[in-house]
């Protein structure tokens, strides 16, 4: 480790990964609660355990990305954090807040908690993954004001390269548009349409260079490459997402009450969004192919091309699969949304994280790289972890395309839970192989506790 | 991603995947367009009338000028004749700055008649079509000023001047999307 404050990245990334764990858990559960209507209910009802598994999977990712940014952005100014200590408290802030909301959640009913939280006096709640209490929100405002700050004055006061300022645009974007999860207008269409601009624009925008720039730091640090090559990689990636991603918001304006327009550029736009997935494939593979050095960290290299493959895969691929509009009006809001959701997030957002940790913890734990036990048991969990979602969304995909077809197709189609009955054994194939998942899930956390000899300092 | 001399792009191969992944959108779009306009056709024709030809020829002109400057900035350069590079490139964002001025005067012109995305699907096509690539004339000016002051400093000559023709080939590319642009949504009837 170069630096010494990148040190604050280890608690960042430590809670992500148990968050992580938590996701999984109610992932499960809500899985299980697909076919066994009421199991733990009335304690977790699937409404609640929904937005448990949900919030948590944002909420880690922030960690993880804050993680990553307070790992890399030292290395890439060449200079200390600016202020490691607010870091270090924004953690702590961050880390109580998030874990008194999902107490929240758990322990209170949905209205209950609004009451308490008072959100009366500024209503933001009851919106899908915008769920938190007024409070949580100006809190999350809170502590991403401080980490940009910090982020922010260690760039402009350090070496500026491509990496960093790609990265800093995409924290500050991430910022800006959490802001309008606080608009919350009495038009339901007005409100929908806003609320895409934090949930799209965030993972179809902003967050995608913060991807960009995640991998091309790993990337060079594991191939080699000159950093030039690398950085022209990254600016064709970047333009092309915000060409794509930004107009691509659209394909959410189909059937919600905006003009008909939406549905053209929504289409043309989005699906052109896989372009730029596309290239991080070609880039990441391109530049391991050319790399000049072998990294002892095979299995970071690992997760950096399952990311470029898996991103594809789910977001580019089995984004397109629904997002034109006469394909949507048939899929809108099926288990197909759900397929793709799943594979895209961990594709994309998930490895990613993966990738930084699995990069910068043996750094940071004063080694380059893991023992070969460690790293070997860290691949069986990318390649269980990676094959199961892959089946996760292979039997989401049939469970939607047989949804679709009962539900909306047929000549006499069914009423919703009647196509929900005949679909049943897709959600017990899922509920299986999520359990595969959690077992490499477990063993991706017990590589870390792996003691061995002969570790290259 | 190599920089050697015995390669059959010009400029970096980098832009060239751009330079293909923005083809495929401006494709896209046009055959969006031609599909929509053979089933309104009617429609289409009508409407297409009220559009400025004459704003658009000029434009046409403007680009392909352009055009010929650059060609002449990475000819200067290969001989390292730096000032006429960077005259070349500072004339070739003249015309695209005339190009700017007389689309936005076209525009101002539509929007005062009321004219909106959601007018009708010919004007929907029209307006997103002629700003998406209002945009990307844009993006090719930034690429090109970037290159003239690398250029003015010093930063290419006969040997290295890979950057002068990668932004070349991107301004081509818009300069070439316009040339079919125009007459797909201005002429052909």
Redesign the interface.
């Known amino acids: 480790m170069k630096y010494q404050s990148q040190l604050v990245a280890k608690n960042y990334f430590i809670a992500a990964i148990l968050l992580f764990t938590g996701q999984i858990l109610f992932g499960l559960i809500m899985g299980l609660q697909y076919v066994v209507g009421d199991f733990l209910f009335p304690e977790i009802p699937f409404n609640v355990a929904r937005m448990v598994h949900t919030n948590l999977l944002i909420v880690w990712l922030l960690f993880a990305f804050m993680g990553a940014a307070y790992f890399l952005v030292p290395e890439e100014s060449e200079r200390e954090l600016y202020a490691p200590w607010l870091a270090t408290l924004m953690f702590w802030i961050f880390l109580i807040a998030g874990a008194l909301t999902v107490i929240g959640y758990l322990l209170f009913t949905y209205s209950d908690l609004a009451a308490l939280t008072r959100n009366e006096l500024f209503p933001t709640m009851g919106r899908e993954f915008l769920e938190q209490p007024t409070i949580t929100k100006i809190g999350i405002v809170i502590v991403a004001l401080a980490f940009i700050f910090n982020i922010g004055m260690t760039v402009l006061t350090g070496r500026k390269t491509v990496i960093s300022l790609v990265l800093l645009t995409g924290l500050v974007g991430l910022a800006v548009f959490f802001l309008f999860s606080f608009y919350n207008p009495d038009n339901l269409v007005l409100d929908k349409y806003y609320w895409w601009w934090v949930v799209h624009l965030w993972v179809e925008g902003v967050w995608e260079l913060i991807l960009g720039s995640i991998l091309a730091f790993v990337l060079i640090k594991v191939t080699g490459v000159d950093r030039e090559?690398i950085e022209?990689?990254l600016?064709?990636i970047i333009?092309?997402t915000l060409?794509?991603g930004i107009i691509g918001t659209g394909h959410h304006y189909f059937w919600i009450g905006t003009?008909?327009?939406w549905q053209?550029?929504g289409s043309?736009?989005s699906?052109?969004e896989p372009?730029p997935f596309f290239?991080m494939t070609?880039f990441a593979f391109?530049m391991v192919n050319?790399r000049r050095r072998e990294h002892p960290n095979k299995a970071a290299v690992l997760w950096a091309l399952g990311t470029a493959v898996m991103a594809f895969l789910g977001a580019g691929v089995w984004g397109f699969l629904h997002t034109l509009a006469p394909v949507n009006f048939y899929t809108h809001g099926t288990q197909i949304t759900a397929a793709h959701g799943h594979m895209a997030f961990y594709g994309a957002y998930v490895m990613i994280s993966l990738t930084i940790i699995s990069y910068a913890m043996p750094i940071m734990r004063g080694r380059t790289a893991n023992g070969e036990k460690a790293q070997v048991l860290e691949m069986w969990s990318f390649w269980l972890m990676t094959i199961a979602m892959v089946f996760i969304t292979l039997f989401l995909t049939a469970a939607g395309i047989l949804q679709v077809y009962l539900q909306r197709f047929t000549e006499d189609p069914v009423p919703f839970m009647v196509a929900q009955q005949k679909i049943e054994i897709f959600y017990w194939l899922r509920e299986f192989t999520g359990l595969v998942f959690l077992i490499g899930l477990v063993l991706y956390i017990y590589s870390f506790f792996v003691k061995e000899e002969n570790v290259a300092a | 991603m190599d920089t050697e001399r015995t390669k059959p792009l010009p400029g970096d191969f980098a832009i060239w995947i751009f330079i293909f992944a923005e083809l495929m959108v401006f494709g896209v779009l046009f055959i969006a367009y031609a599909v929509t306009r053979s089933l309104h056709r009617e429609e289409f024709a009508y409407y297409q009338q009220f559009l400025d030809r004459e704003t658009g020829a000029l434009n046409t002109l403007l680009l392909i000028t352009s055009s010929y400057f650059v060609v002449k900035a990475v000819l200067a350069i290969k001989q390292d004749k730096v000032q006429q590079c960077v005259n070349g490139l500072g004339l070739a964002l003249l015309c695209g700055c005339g190009f700017l001025v007389a689309k936005t005067l076209e525009f101002s012109d539509k929007f005062s008649a009321g004219i909106r995305l959601s007018t009708n699907t010919f004007y929907m096509f029209y307006l997103s079509l002629t700003f998406f690539h209002f945009m990307h004339v844009i993006l090719g000016m930034v690429i090109l000023a970037a290159i003239l002051f690398k250029a003015r400093a010093g930063a290419y000559n006969h040997r290295e001047h890979t950057g002068v023709e990668t932004g070349a080939s991107y301004w081509h590319m818009v300069d070439l999307v316009w040339i079919i642009l125009f007459p797909l949504v201005y002429i052909i009837r």
């Open positions: 090559v022209k990689w600016y064709i333009a092309m060409i794509t003009p008909d327009y053209w550029l043309v736009f699906a052109m372009i290239m070609l391109n050319k």
